[in-house]
């Protein structure tokens, strides 16, 4: 018998934390990334991710992060972020983060593993997608999850590789860049082209993919 194991397609909501009385300024969100944009920040005490998260949640910079089979090793290593362009600090994270590379898809940054990457999770972005629906009148992260998570090549691959997905959830709010006014419709493109276009268009500005524990489960979350 197969083992079974669980996708965990983690995309992560970032938001600022100013969601100020239900107000809502999703025309005042970036869309795609500028890599000569200037960005103010200066952190010695940071991670790889949190320098991720930095970047999405405060600078609204859209970001795709596909995380390493041994993603735990190292995860307290400190970086060091300073003020420059996008392009700079990207380079200055993964000159202190090695195993990962950037590269500007679909105008996201994508991260991804340069050593010890996972094929399935390879595999699972590059699926051909014949054309994703989103659930109507929402950008509700779960539901947009749910939506990616069912679509009919996502669920064949998960069969064919005996694979399962993990349910997960939290109670969460829209931030003040949050609207339903968006067109999330997308053809003839694969799972990674499907998650960079809600990272481009909604206030969810990074997803992240990775396989966690003995069993190498996959997460799936916002």
């Given at each position: 018998m197969k083992r079974i194991s669980i996708l965990v397609l983690a995309l992560i909501l970032v938001t600022t934390a100013a969601s100020a009385g239900g107000v809502r300024h999703g025309s005042l969100d970036s869309t795609t990334a500028s890599l000569d944009r200037v960005i103010e920040i200066d952190r010695s005490d940071a991670t790889f991710l949190l320098g991720l998260s930095i970047l999405a949640v405060t600078h609204r910079i859209p970001i795709g992060f596909e995380l390493s089979i041994n993603a735990e090793d190292n995860i307290?290593?400190?970086i060091h972020l300073k003020s420059g362009?996008?392009?700079?600090?990207?380079?200055?994270?993964v000159a202190q983060e090695p195993r990962y590379k950037w590269e500007?898809?679909?105008?996201v940054i994508n991260i991804t593993p340069k050593v010890g990457r996972d094929p399935f999770l390879a595999h699972f972005l590059d699926t051909r997608v014949g054309r994703f629906v989103p659930p109507p009148g929402t950008t509700d992260k779960f539901k947009l999850r749910d939506a990616v998570l069912n679509l009919p090549e996502v669920l064949q691959l998960l069969e064919t590789s005996a694979v399962s997905v993990r349910p997960y959830d939290y109670p969460y709010r829209g931030s003040i860049y949050s609207t339903d006014d968006v067109n999330l419709e997308i053809s003839d493109t694969n799972v990674?082209?499907?998650l960079n276009h809600m990272a481009?268009?909604?206030e969810h500005k990074m997803w992240s993919l990775e396989r966690v524990g003995e069993k190498k489960e996959l997460l799936l979350t916002y």
């Open positions: 307290n290593r400190q362009t996008l392009k700079s600090i990207l380079d200055s994270l500007l898809r679909d105008g990674r082209g499907v481009k268009q909604t």
